[in-house]
């Protein structure tokens, strides 16, 4: 079974940075794909960052473009999430996700929290 980690996150003011990471053990069959989603108390869960298992081809949430930045480990099977000029909307439960084409595989998610 796949299992995944997240690790990072925490309180921080308007403007500051967090780096979330994530660590996958097991394998994932036909995994093609790593990223983080969030969840706002009271709302869905949304797309924030993903890329491909190599880590190129990096696709953004139009909300986080410019400031988020994901990336892989060398073993692939780790994935990190830099955050940048942090907005109080950015405050959420952050979830790493492996997607393969028999499943998809989240993590239990980590608390980000950015105080005005």
């Known amino acids: 079974q796949v299992q995944l980690q997240e690790s990072g996150g925490g309180l921080v003011q308007t403007g500051g940075s967090l780096r979330l990471s994530c660590a996958a053990s097991g394998r994932a069959l036909s995994a093609y794909s790593m990223g983080w989603f969030r969840q706002a108390p009271g709302k869905e869960r949304e797309f924030v960052a993903a890329c491909n298992w190599s880590g190129h081809d990096p696709h953004y949430d139009d909300s986080v473009k410019g400031r988020f930045t994901i990336s892989k480990g060398n073993a692939k099977t780790s994935v990190y999430l830099e955050m940048n000029g942090l907005k109080p909307e950015d405050t959420a439960v952050y979830y790493c996700?492996?997607?393969?084409?028999?499943?998809?595989?989240w993590g239990q998610g980590t608390q980000v929290t950015v105080s005005s």
């Open positions: 996700n492996i997607e393969a084409y028999y499943n998809s595989y």
